[in-house]
């Protein structure tokens, strides 16, 4: 069952709007391996890709290939705000909270996930929809992306919805490259800071 089905059937009489076809890609592709080397230069980080014989404009679109993977609005647009490249998902969710169960993703998950916003928070059929449900089937789409960046926070809240993302890319992206960036202390400071209070240099050291 493809996910226009499991909506269906899980709102059958929402109305589905037609979406944009993404279109096909003309990127040259390496036909040997590059070597990603990480260098600081004037006290700032770089990456040096080596052996990479393409041209640059290809390069420029090949670096949207890092698909990030957010633990909310606030860190998605931050990140933006930022100038890091790539693909973005915000994982509009609250697991700590309400039924669930553990086939995320299923019609059965999304129904449980529903009903729990409906009655404990009064949201709507169309916002679940549009707010969640829509951002969960982007992901799904986003299947040329070999690198995957989480962003979650070192809370509750954030570590039960990365467990949920992590037991989905488990299940539906074997093989890509997947790394966790979270919030951390910096310098001699005992607070920990947030994704959101750092600045670029500062999220660079933590990917690092």
Not at 1 to 18: G, S, Y
Not at 30 to 45: F, S, V
Not at 46 to 71: E, P, R, V
Not at 74 to 85: D, Q, R, V
Request: charged share 30%; proline share 2%.
């Amino acid at each position: 069952m493809d996910f226009k089905d499991q909506l269906k059937n899980l709102f059958p009489e929402h109305q589905e709007t037609e979406e944009p076809k993404e279109e096909k890609s003309t990127i040259w592709l390496q036909d040997d391996p590059i070597l990603c080397k990480y260098e600081k230069r004037k006290g700032k980080p770089i990456t040096i890709l080596d052996g990479y014989t393409g041209a640059t404009s290809d390069f420029k679109i090949m670096s949207s290939s890092i698909l990030h993977i957010t633990n909310g609005d606030f860190t998605t647009n931050h990140l933006k705000e930022l100038n890091f490249s790539g693909d973005f998902i915000t994982w509009r969710e609250m697991l700590s909270e309400g039924k669930t169960t553990t086939d995320v993703g299923s019609e059965a998950f999304w129904k449980n996930r529903f009903d729990f916003f409906k009655t404990s928070y009064k949201v709507s059929k169309q916002k679940f929809i549009e707010y969640t449900v829509k951002e969960y089937r982007s992901l799904c789409n986003k299947k040329n992306n070999k690198e995957i960046v989480l962003w979650f926070e070192h809370d509750l809240f954030c570590q039960i919805n990365m467990l949920a993302v992590l037991s989905w890319l488990k299940r539906y992206r074997k093989g890509h490259d997947i790394s966790l960036i979270c919030s951390g202390k910096i310098g001699n400071s005992a607070k920990m800071y947030s994704i959101s209070e750092l600045n670029k240099n500062q999220i660079n050291n933590h990917f690092k």
